[in-house]
């Protein structure tokens, strides 16, 4: 696959989708357990299998892992004030682990299918 304009825009555009869908989940998955984490997995799931069927290739998932794992990592650093917004609880756990998780899952599975290769029988 070459890099284009288009293939880096999405790219580009998977890091940031992953940034702001990993700042909305360390806002939500322990506000309303255990919903709040069921849907910023689900949400990250999405995500990394939205950028792998997009692309068409596992960089999709690394880029949106990329820019999920940042945001993650710069809203888990405490800031002099004190405030802190993923806290050392195990529902932070489960949303950060899980997340991984997920990324990897996405990363291994079997690539989607190419286009233009429709079930057709031989002989017809």
Same mark, same amino acid.
């Given at each position: 696959?070459?890099?284009?304009?288009?293939?880096?825009?999405?790219?580009?555009?998977?890091?940031?989708?992953?940034?702001?869908?990993?700042?909305?989940?360390?806002?939500?998955?322990?506000? #309303? $357990?255990?919903?709040?984490?069921?849907?910023?997995?689900?949400?990250?799931?999405?995500? $990394?299998?939205?950028?792998?069927?997009?692309?068409?290739?596992?960089?999709?998932?690394?880029?949106?892992?990329?820019? #999920?794992?940042?945001?993650?990592?710069?809203?888990?650093?405490?800031?002099?004030?004190?405030?802190?917004?993923?806290?050392?609880?195990?529902?932070?756990?489960?949303?950060?682990?899980?997340?991984?998780?997920?990324?990897?899952?996405?990363?291994?599975?079997?690539?989607?299918?190419?286009?233009?290769?429709?079930?057709?029988?031989?002989?017809?």
């Amino acid at each position: 696959m070459t890099l284009s304009p288009a293939r880096i825009g999405a790219y580009v555009l998977l890091v940031l989708l992953g940034a702001i869908t990993g700042a909305a989940g360390v806002l939500v998955h322990a506000a #309303w $357990f255990p919903g709040g984490l069921l849907l910023a997995l689900l949400a990250t799931a999405g995500l $990394f299998y939205g950028g792998m069927y997009v692309t068409g290739t596992r960089s999709g998932v690394g880029a949106s892992a990329a820019g #999920w794992l940042v945001a993650i990592v710069l809203l888990t650093v405490s800031r002099p004030e004190g405030d802190l917004l993923i806290g050392g609880s195990s529902v932070s756990y489960a949303y950060m682990l899980g997340g991984m998780a997920i990324a990897v899952i996405c990363a291994t599975m079997m690539q989607l299918p190419q286009p233009g290769a429709v079930g057709a029988r031989l002989g017809k």
